[in-house]
């Protein structure tokens, strides 16, 4: 049997594939609990700088799989409430993760798919891929962190629009309306992917909301779940730390950089030194 999961490390960069392309890389429960797993991994190795999430095959995750639910030995109703805690627990470990995560979406993005893509930080998406958030015509309300996402990614008014109508998105449009970060020839996916986002691992880190926040692009509090969290949040975010040692060097530098001298895991570059 395959692995439900591939997980490739290289160079600081994890690439973590759902593997079910029989499928469409739809979400069961094995995947679900592999994918959970491999994040899990992926968020405390401090080797790992950039994570990538794709998927195997012609599509990057068709949701959550609906034919596997109804063959469930407990009925399709507690499979899917056992899938989307699991799929829950993946978004919140994302969201939160010290580290940049990147949706390199090779194909069809749908349903929890889609919302996984909004939950990465970035998304590269392959000029043939196709989003589509695909809850509403199915009766469903978006689950994923989707409605906390979506409209914070390309506003209120459009988000309406997205999921009234539920129609599905090209690369071309997905780009225009701020739902993808690049667009690139499907050949090139995984390489725009990876090389793409290295400069992330020669900037300074910074620090402002928690120990857990150390990172080169969260420097707001992306993981509060409302508006009202996030402005209680703020009183308690420290100043600008000057004792880091990735501040001292960007000080001691005082011009153009072109060295890796941030280099190194995260709790090494990030506190005092």
């Given amino acids: 049997?395959?692995?439900?999961?591939?997980?490739?490390?290289?160079?600081?960069?994890?690439?973590?594939?759902?593997?079910?392309?029989?499928?469409?890389?739809?979400?069961?429960?094995?995947?679900?609990?592999?994918?959970?797993?491999?994040?899990?991994?992926?968020?405390?190795?401090?080797?790992?700088?950039?994570?990538?999430?794709?998927?195997?095959?012609?599509?990057?995750?068709?949701?959550?799989?609906?034919?596997?639910?109804m063959s469930a030995p407990g009925g399709a109703s507690a499979a899917l409430h056992d899938l989307a805690g699991q799929f829950h627990l993946a978004i919140t470990e994302i969201r939160r993760m010290a580290k940049p995560v990147i949706a390199a979406v090779n194909?069809?993005?749908?349903?929890?798919?889609?919302?996984?893509?909004?939950a990465c930080d970035f998304r590269v998406?392959?000029?043939?891929?196709?989003?589509?958030?695909?809850?509403?015509?199915?009766?469903?309300?978006?689950?994923?962190?989707?409605?906390?996402?979506?409209?914070?990614?390309v506003g209120l008014a459009r988000a309406m629009e997205i999921i009234a109508f539920d129609a599905p998105i090209s690369a071309?449009?997905?780009?225009a309306w701020g739902l993808a970060t690049k667009v690139v020839a499907p050949e090139q996916l995984l390489s725009a992917a990876t090389t793409w986002p290295a400069r992330l691992h020669v900037v300074p880190c910074i620090h402002?909301?928690?120990?857990?926040?150390?990172?080169p692009i969260h420097g707001i509090p992306r993981s509060k779940p409302n508006w009202s969290g996030s402005a209680k949040a703020w009183p308690r975010a420290r100043p600008?730390?000057?004792?880091?040692?990735?501040?001292?060097?960007?000080?001691?530098?005082?011009?153009?950089?072109?060295?890796?001298?941030?280099?190194?895991?995260?709790?090494?570059?990030?506190?005092?030194?």
């Avoid at 094995?30 to 491999?38: E, N, R, T």
């Fill in 240 to 273: 600008m730390p000057m004792d880091t040692k990735d501040c001292v060097r960007s000080w001691k530098s005082a011009g153009p950089r072109s060295d890796d001298s941030f280099n190194g895991p995260w709790p090494e570059r990030c506190h005092g030194g």
């Fill in 107 to 118: 194909g069809v993005a749908a349903g929890g798919g889609f919302s996984l893509a909004l």
């Fill in 1 to 69: 049997m395959n692995e439900l999961v591939l997980t490739h490390i290289a160079e600081g960069v994890a690439t973590v594939t759902m593997n079910r392309p029989e499928a469409f890389d739809a979400l069961d429960g094995g995947l679900m609990d592999a994918f959970v797993a491999s994040i899990g991994r992926c968020s405390v190795d401090s080797k790992i700088r950039t994570i990538i999430v794709t998927g195997a095959g012609k599509a990057f995750c068709g949701g959550g799989d609906l034919k596997w639910s």
């Fill in 172 to 175: 071309k449009q997905a780009l």
């Fill in 125 to 153: 998406l392959a000029s043939t891929a196709v989003l589509k958030q695909a809850y509403t015509s199915a009766g469903l309300s978006l689950d994923g962190g989707g409605t906390f996402a979506l409209p914070r990614l």
């Fill in 208 to 215: 402002t909301v928690s120990p857990s926040d150390y990172s």
